[in-house]
DNA sequence: AAATAACCGAGACGGTACGTCTGGTCTTTTT
DNA sequence: AAAAAGACCAGACGTACCGTCTCGGTTATTT
């Protein structure tokens, strides 16, 4: 992910070179409070007044942050948009439980519970997103970016369960993680997600359809 | 659906007054060719530039178009995509065949050859139209109608397989076309939408899945 | 305010063409009432809101007239100013009196007072028409024939004095009557119209200047 | 006069609030180039097309200027023309002369050369810009501030010929110069301005009226 | 300590599209 | 045939954002 942040070259996360910790170029480095402040701000204009009110001047406003500033981070409102769902997935843990069932029902609610209004709210900008992404192809790619980073939680999961045998044999699993994923998916672009009590019923149903798609292929 | 008509109201169906059978207004009506010149020049600037290069101002000029008439017919850019989409759909014809399998078969290819590029290219037109349904709900009500006019068909398709024993026992018939429909949206949005040649691998696949989901509720 | 409601109000004005004044029966012939609603709808609507919601469409609304027949006879804005003027100045009656003093009064008072907001309310009028004047020369003429028309009532004026002798020797009677004309004038331009029981020092002042100017030329 | 350049106002005197003494960069400043190109623009369209064609969109255009920025600094077209003359005003010189005859010859042909289209062609903007202020309370104001000026030149010369002995005893000053200006105004506004070979006799003429007026209150 | 380089806030700039309004013309129905 | 009602094309209006740029001022490194 981390789009835009790639014009700030070696960006020392947690220290990957440590003891070499020395600078390349002199100056000013990048204020960790502007970051923050600008996302906060977007999140805010966001919940306020919809995604219609989220524009770059009045992000900037908000955050006391100069446009330039803004535009040299986040060149687009997409940018934005992906910062914030990046920031909420950081806390998304990779879900271990029992078995197939408990693991898929963990990680479908953490899911859903990030999208929705009531969890982290992230549902919506993701449908703008993928909008946006018809007509941004960099915006397209961050995310098929995104959703591999789903994907191999999900096929995790999967392989852990086939190891224990818990799925039919010969499944593939390339299209049982897309029809995992379809469900929820879908009912969020229509606006119809299901309350985190619902989810254990929806694994149920998926299961059961994974059980009649087996031994094809 | 016919959002953008609702102005027009009624226009005098049956004599309502017998005897005294007088319009309501006088005047000029509304101008046909100038609302086939309108979708027109829709479509023409999609294909021709994307999505971003739709601009209300753009479709008035080339249309040859007053704004005034434009604004006063499609009061957002969504109502002329859903313009757009049900003038496409209209051609549309509810599949009739031998089974269950050949009716999805067709309904499906159907759906996507309208959506696809290569096709009637509606695609992207949806997507956008679903994503600026978050902030505009004249447009989600819009949606609602246009998804349930699938939806109708599709009923009926299960229904005449329920009567002919096709579908296992007890088989939620809701739930089922959630299935169905997610699976294809799901790849519309992320834009990988199968060719026509596919479509009868996933109804199959599909199809295996409503087995297993049987018998559930 | 009852302005420009009667249109259907008794059409018989004093019959202008005796005998060539039937038509047939069929269709409507341009009607006084109209003329009448439509300059009563003007006065309305700058009374009420200022020059700046004079609109022909509004006009035309107002008194319940159709667009075509007010382009038809006032084709301009202007058009419609004059209108009001002409018909305002209708009353204006020329004044007779025992000398040029007293007959100028007269005149400057019913002029101001016709001017005047308190008045007529003409003064806004005139000056707007003025204004406009540049860039239209048809409204040009038209003020030049208005301006004519007080020119002969003040030539007669001060035709009769001189001829009584109340006038010096000598006197440019034209450029007399610029001089008379212009202060007038310029308090209408600048705003500071005089109060009626001023106009008879104003005409006091000038009475002198036309003195001091005598024997000239 | 300075209108249309209140928002640069006066930047930060002495620290106002001494403790939370904040910053004090304020950005860009105003481009004087911009500000000419408008004007000229302004100037260059009236002359070409008349006061009709003068349109915010095309000086925009026309001055490469974003129209944000014209409307900034100019909110309506009478402060475009307001600008044109102020502009052209800085030429005009304090007129000094032998006596009064001299220095008041001087000052009207250098005000009706001002005025004439052979000469600043200033004349017809002003008539609009009179004409305009009827509906714009801010104009009035500004033409109020701008007659002011002709005006305390007008007055140094009356005081400077009065200290001479020039002028009858006990003339009223003020109304002497309401008199010598509203005869050049009056032919202004009436498309008859003098030739400047005519100021000189017009001038005669006010003096004698001014004679006459001697003595009066 | 001085010079340098990159950052920052503020905001003016040239542009473009917005959605509204008005000007005139043309069409349809009524009188 | 003239008039009402009103839809139409055209385009200016004033506003809001866009993304770029310039202006002073602020840190931090390098010399």
Redesign the pocket.
């Given at each position: 992910m981390d789009l835009g942040k790639e014009?700030?070259g070696s960006p020392q996360g947690p220290a990957e070179i440590s003891g070499d910790d020395?600078?390349?170029?002199?100056?000013?480095?990048?204020?960790e409070a502007?970051e923050a402040?600008i996302l906060d701000a977007t999140a805010a204009l966001i919940a306020e007044s919809g995604y219609g009110?989220l524009?770059?001047?009045?992000v900037a406003?908000r955050?006391?942050?100069?446009?330039?500033?803004?535009?040299?981070?986040w060149?687009?409102?997409a940018h934005l948009l992906l910062g914030l769902i990046s920031r909420a997935k950081g806390a998304m843990p990779p879900p271990r439980g029992a078995g197939l069932r408990e693991e898929l029902v963990a990680y479908m609610t953490d899911m859903v519970t990030l999208w929705r209004t009531d969890g982290g709210g992230m549902g919506p900008l993701i449908r703008q997103c993928y909008a946006e992404s018809w007509s941004n192809p960099e915006l397209a790619l961050a995310l098929q970016e995104e959703r591999r980073a789903r994907w191999t939680m999900l096929t995790e999961i999967l392989e852990r369960a086939e190891a224990r045998g818990e799925l039919p044999h010969g499944l593939d699993l390339s299209r049982a993680k897309d029809f995992l994923m379809s469900w929820p998916f879908y009912r969020l672009m229509t606006d119809r997600l299901p309350r985190p009590e619902e989810v254990a019923q929806m694994v149920e149903d998926s299961l059961s359809g994974l059980q009649g798609m087996a031994g094809q292929r």
């Open positions: 014009k700030h020395r600078r390349s170029s002199v100056g000013a480095r990048r204020s502007t402040a009110a524009t770059m001047e009045a406003k955050a006391r942050a100069g446009k330039a500033t803004l535009y040299r981070w060149p687009t409102k």
